[in-house]
């Protein structure tokens, strides 16, 4: 069983930074790839970016290449998702998760990736 907790989110204006981070219970954190996701109101969840057990290799959705960058700390058990050049189009919940039986990121980026584990969210409000 693998628990996610999601912070970090909050109200910023277009332009500004925030910095999600995704804090996961158990040993086993450094054996999985995670992935963070998000939700618009009114749209489908939607990938984010993605990054493998060591950290080495990461995968970001093009809406968010050169202004998101995932991380790892593995001996904190967490994920980041560093966010700047925010848009209001960034306005969403955002979710991280993970599941044991991937092994490729490419995973993560199938629209109905049916993912075993997820945090609640955090709330992103990108004023304009």
């Known amino acids: 069983q693998v628990q996610l907790v999601e912070s970090g989110g909050g109200l910023v204006q277009a332009g500004g930074s925030l910095r999600l981070s995704c804090a996961a219970s158990?040993?086993?954190?450094?054996?999985?790839?995670m992935g963070w996701f998000r939700r618009a109101p009114g749209k489908e969840r939607e990938f984010v970016a993605a990054i493998t057990q060591s950290g080495g290799a990461t995968s970001h959705a093009d809406s968010v290449k050169g202004r998101f960058t995932i991380s790892r700390d593995n001996t904190k058990n967490t994920v980041y998702l560093q966010m700047n050049s925010l848009k209001p189009e960034d306005t969403a919940v955002y979710y991280c998760?993970?599941?044991?039986?991937?092994?490729?990121?490419?995973?993560?980026?199938?629209?109905?990736?049916?993912?075993?584990?997820w945090g609640r969210g955090t709330q992103v409000t990108v004023s304009s």
């Open positions: 998760a993970t599941d044991p039986s991937v092994t490729q990121l490419a995973r993560f980026t199938v629209p109905s990736a049916n993912l075993a584990y």
């Open positions: 158990g040993r086993t954190f450094s054996y999985y790839h």
